[in-house]
């Protein structure tokens, strides 16, 4: 009876240390969710910036609009005249 007891208490305690071993190796290599968003985002992040910036430079033409014209006030007296 005691032997089984011993047997028992044994694998217990070579099952835990197992167990222990492999959580800190666990976690000594993973990184923290919030760090892994943060690299994520910031990769997404700076190739948003390139498009933006190659978009600024390619070949884009303001149009001018009654609502976005160039001219803010204009006289009632000029407007009916001219």
């Known amino acids: 009876m005691k032997l089984i007891i011993i047997i028992v208490i044994a694998?217990?305690?070579v099952l835990y240390v197992y167990t222990y071993v492999k959580y800190k190796k666990r976690k000594s290599q993973n990184i923290s969710s919030v760090?892994?968003?943060?690299?994520?985002?910031l990769k997404e992040n700076e190739k948003k910036q390139?498009?933006?910036k190659t978009l600024k430079n390619t070949s884009y033409t303001k149009y001018v609009t009654k609502y976005n014209?160039?001219?803010d006030?204009?006289?009632?007296?000029?407007f009916l005249n001219g």
């Open 35 to 41: 760090d892994e968003f943060h690299q994520k985002y």
């Open 11 to 13: 694998f217990l305690v």
């Open 73 to 78: 006030y204009v006289e009632k007296d000029k």
């Open 50 to 52: 390139k498009n933006s």
């Open 69 to 71: 014209g160039t001219l």
